[in-house]
């Protein structure tokens, strides 16, 4: 079957580190998404690409950075890590030419910034 | 911009009680509507969505109804079970811009045997 998958599950990374959460989908879609949630905040987006080499800044943008060399892959990088940037991080996909306006999200990256 | 406001929780219900989550938008155009479910210690799936005003999504015994008068789309089940317990988000997207979504905050429901 299809899927989105998220690595690692589970972070714990000291403050200044480079991070890197992965995210792979194997639907073909050609739109793919960061969000973060935060108690109280729902679901925030970081970045997102609508297509190789495709990417664009969302609402929480500042100190993330994202690459799309492929349709699979958008890893999402956290430059110099900060304790602000603890949090639960979903990778998303969708593909409007499926004529599904929904996400499919994977199963989260639990970020610990100490 | 756009927004989503969501009832807050959490919600505590027992089971076989009337569900009622209060959602409401702010969207230029029109947005299509969603309902997602997040379970502990997993991502979030889609529960329901409508794409134009007065569709209704259904799924699971969980209905809403995309009201553009209103600019709502609450969510509703007649008989909660244990296993309903989980996070629910109220979402929008642009049409065209599937997966690029506004989501609210979230609303925390436990249903009590």
């Known amino acids: 079957d299809a899927e989105i998958t998220q690595s690692p599950r589970h972070k714990i990374t000291e403050t200044g580190r480079q991070v890197t959460l992965a995210c792979h989908q194997t639907w073909n879609h050609n739109n793919m998404f960061w969000y973060r949630q935060d108690l109280g905040h729902g679901l925030r987006l970081i970045h997102y690409s609508y297509g190789v080499q495709d990417t664009n800044k969302g609402e929480v943008s500042d100190g993330y950075s994202v690459s799309r060399s492929n349709t699979e892959d958008l890893p999402l990088t956290l430059e110099s890590a900060a304790s602000s940037q603890t949090s639960v991080y979903f990778c998303?996909?969708?593909?409007?030419?499926?004529?599904?306006?929904?996400?499919?999200f994977g199963q989260g990256t639990r970020l610990t910034v100490v | 911009g756009d927004s989503v406001t969501q009832m807050e929780g959490p919600v505590t219900l027992s089971e076989e009680a009337f569900l009622t989550i209060n959602c409401t938008y702010t969207a230029t155009g029109y947005p299509s509507l969603f309902w997602y479910v997040q379970y502990p210690g997993e991502g979030l799936q889609l529960l329901l969505k409508a794409t134009k005003a007065d569709d209704k999504g259904s799924n699971k015994g969980f209905e809403a109804t995309y009201r553009k008068e209103t600019t709502s789309f609450h969510l509703e089940k007649g008989s909660v079970q244990v296993s309903d317990s989980a996070v629910y988000f109220c979402?929008?997207?642009?049409?065209?811009?599937?997966?690029?979504?506004?989501f609210g905050d979230g609303t925390t429901l436990t249903v009590k045997p």
């Open positions: 979402a929008l997207s642009d049409q065209g811009n599937a997966g690029k979504s506004t």
């Open positions: 998303a996909s969708s593909d409007p030419k499926t004529g599904r306006a929904e996400a499919f």
